[in-house]
C-alpha cells in the first residue's frame, strides 16, 4: 500500500521533471532569439530559465525531504534520491548552456547554426522523453523499458551530432578562441541528453528491482 509520504514524494518528482522539462523547453527559444541577435529577448529567456531552474531545485529539495522522512522502502530509497538529483541536473546543464552564450557573446557561425539548432531540438525531445519515462515509472505502468529505450537511442543521436560537429568546428578557418567556446556549447548541449540518458537508466534499475 502507497502511503501518504509516498505519494506526496511521487507527485513530487512528476511535478519536479515537468518543471526540468519546461526548463529544457526554453533552450531552443533562447538560442532563436541570440543568432538573431535580439540580445533583449534573448536575456529575457535566460532570465526565465534561470528562475525555472530556481523553480526546480526547490521541487527537488521538497521531494528529499518527503524521502528523507520516511517515503519508500529504505531498499528504494537511495533509487528515488538519485533520480530527483539526476533529473535536476538537466536543468542545470540547460541554464548552463545558455548561461555560456550570455557570458561569452561568443559568435555562432551560420554555416552551423542550424545544425546546432538540431542538435537543440532533439535534446527537448529527449527531456520530454524522459518526463514520460519518468511518469510511466512512478505509477507503475509497463512501457517505462521502451521509453527509456527512446530516451537512449535519442542520446545516441545526438552524441553523433554532438561528435560531428566538434570535428568541424577545429577545422573551422576561426580563431582558436572562437573553437574552444563553440566547442563548449556543443558539449554543454550533449551534457544535457547524456544526463537524461543516465536518469533513463535509474529508471531501468528501479524498474528491474521492483521485479
Known amino acids: 500500500m502507497v502511503g501518504k509520504k509516498e505519494k506526496r514524494a511521487i507527485k513530487g518528482i512528476i511535478d519536479h521533471m515537468d518543471i526540468v522539462a519546461r526548463c529544457t523547453a526554453h533552450l531552443v527559444v533562447a538560442y532563436n532569439s541570440y543568432i538573431r541577435d535580439d540580445q533583449e529577448d534573448f536575456q529575457n529567456n535566460a532570465r526565465e530559465m534561470r528562475a525555472i531552474e530556481k523553480d526546480a531545485d526547490e ?3 521538497d521531494v528529499e525531504l518527503t524521502i528523507n522522512s520516511g517515503a519508500f522502502l529504505p531498499l528504494y530509497r537511495e533509487d528515488y534520491l538519485n533520480l530527483a538529483e539526476t533529473i535536476d541536473m538537466v536543468a542545470d546543464e540547460s541554464v548552463s548552456a545558455v548561461n555560456l552564450l550570455h557570458l561569452t557573446g561568443i559568435r555562432i ?17 529527449c527531456a520530454d ?18 521509453i527509456a529505450r527512446e530516451v537512449e537511442k535519442l542520446e545516441e543521436a545526438i552524441d553523433e551530432k554532438e561528435f560531428n560537429l566538434r570535428a568541424d568546428i577545429y577545422r573551422m578557418n576561426i580563431d582558436g578562441y572562437e573553437k574552444i567556446l563553440l566547442n563548449d556549447l556543443v558539449e554543454k548541449l550533449g551534457d544535457i541528453s547524456d544526463t537524461a540518458e543516465d536518469a533513463s537508466d535509474l529508471i531501468i534499475i528501479m524498474i528491474s528491482k521492483r521485479g
Not at 109 to 125: F, K
Not at 129 to 146: D, G, P, T
Open 59 to 61: 521541487a527537488r529539495r
Open 109 to 125: 557561425p551560420e554555416s552551423i547554426q542550424t545544425r546546432i539548432g538540431d542538435m537543440i531540438e532533439e535534446t527537448i525531445r
Open 129 to 146: 522523453n524522459l518526463k514520460e519515462c519518468v511518469s510511466a515509472c512512478i505509477s507503475k505502468r509497463k512501457k517505462e523499458a521502451a
